[in-house]
């Protein structure tokens, strides 16, 4: 169960007439999820207007050109970032909790957006 949930509603029940947002970024091998606490960071990041926000020790993403880079690379290699808005509908069981608990750590569901491809 979710952290951010109200008492005695599943994360299925609380998600149905909501959206949630969903971050990835483009491998090599295609589009990956980043995990719930780094969708966490970008979201509130994104939903109190910062530029960018660091992943981790080693990466920053630059919201408003949505690409990932290293801060430690001297070729600036970049890897596009994107936002989705899912439908509470579209959301796999096996990420309802942790999507659900990306939009409650922001104050409610996805809201808007297609997606910045950016």
Do not use: C, F
């Amino acid at each position: 169960v979710g952290q951010g949930q109200p008492p005695g509603r599943t994360a299925a029940t609380v998600m149905a007439d909501s959206a949630v947002p969903r971050w990835s970024w483009q491998g090599d091998d295609g589009w990956n999820a980043y995990p719930p606490d780094v969708q966490t960071k970008l979201e509130q990041g994104l939903q109190r207007g910062a530029k960018k926000v660091a992943v981790d020790d080693l990466r920053t993403v630059h919201l408003e050109y949505m690409v990932q880079y290293r801060n430690d690379d001297p070729n600036n290699k970049q890897r596009e970032v994107r936002r989705e808005v899912i439908a509470a509908a579209d959301v796999p069981p096996s990420q309802a909790d942790a999507l659900y608990d990306v939009a409650a750590a922001v104050g409610g569901g996805g809201g808007g957006g297609d997606g910045g491809g950016g």
